[in-house]
């Protein structure tokens, strides 16, 4: 991703946002390298205006087959969500990004069959992905773009500004993606 005209002169090394440790959350506010930058309501609200931007642009021009040129898609993988105290995930995450930072892709909850789209968008400058499935506004995940290039991340999940919730995201490798919603 470094070499798309995406990152533009921000910084090209990548940044790890490991919640819980670089980035700590009290009652009130959140620390990156243990300075506040932000209430946690800011922050969340953060969050959901980048997926939502993401949503409004993909929706004018959605990444359908045919619909402009793969290579300027870079598929991540396909993640299950997992509660980080049980490690047990029946929600898959099939995500990619754009030249411009666009997330999209595919939910899927094994569970009900339920199957949504995913839309977001990464800010170049602190490389922070947030993304929401479906028409739902209020809740939000995010994670550091870099993050999604590892094996397992943390996400943080907004449930709006009021509660969020740290889960883990889990690659699968490419030739276990066999869920039908996958």
């Known amino acids: 991703m470094s070499t798309w005209s995406f990152w533009g002169s921000y910084p090209s090394y990548p940044v790890y946002y490991d919640y819980g440790s670089?980035?700590?959350?009290d009652t009130q506010y959140i620390y990156v390298e243990e300075e506040?930058?932000?209430?946690?309501?800011?922050?969340?609200?953060?969050?959901i205006a980048l997926a939502n931007e993401g949503r409004k642009i993909l929706q004018s021009r959605p990444p359908t087959q045919g619909n402009g040129n793969p290579d300027d898609w870079l598929p991540l993988g396909v993640?299950?969500?997992?509660d980080t105290q049980s490690g047990e995930g029946d929600i898959y995450?099939?995500?990619a990004v754009d030249k411009q930072g666009l997330l999209a892709?595919?939910?899927?909850?094994?569970?009900?069959?339920t199957s949504l789209p995913v839309w977001g968008k990464v800010d170049p400058e602190s490389q922070r992905a947030a993304w929401l499935i479906g028409e739902s506004s209020g809740t939000v995940m995010e994670t550091?773009?870099?993050n999604l290039s590892q094996e397992a991340a943390s996400v943080l999940v907004h449930y709006g500004t009021q509660r969020d919730e740290t889960w883990m995201l889990v690659r699968l490798?490419?030739?276990?993606?066999?869920?039908?919603?996958v």
Not at 173 to 181: C, I, K, L, N, Y
Request: hydrophobic share 35%.
């Open 93 to 95: 995450l099939q995500l």
């Open 105 to 113: 892709g595919t939910y899927y909850n094994a569970s009900s069959g």
């Open 36 to 47: 506040p930058i932000a209430t946690r309501e800011q922050y969340a609200l953060e969050a």
């Open 173 to 181: 490798p490419e030739d276990e993606v066999t869920s039908p919603g």
């Open 144 to 146: 550091g773009i870099y």
């Open 79 to 82: 993640f299950v969500l997992t």
């Open 22 to 25: 670089t980035i700590v959350y």
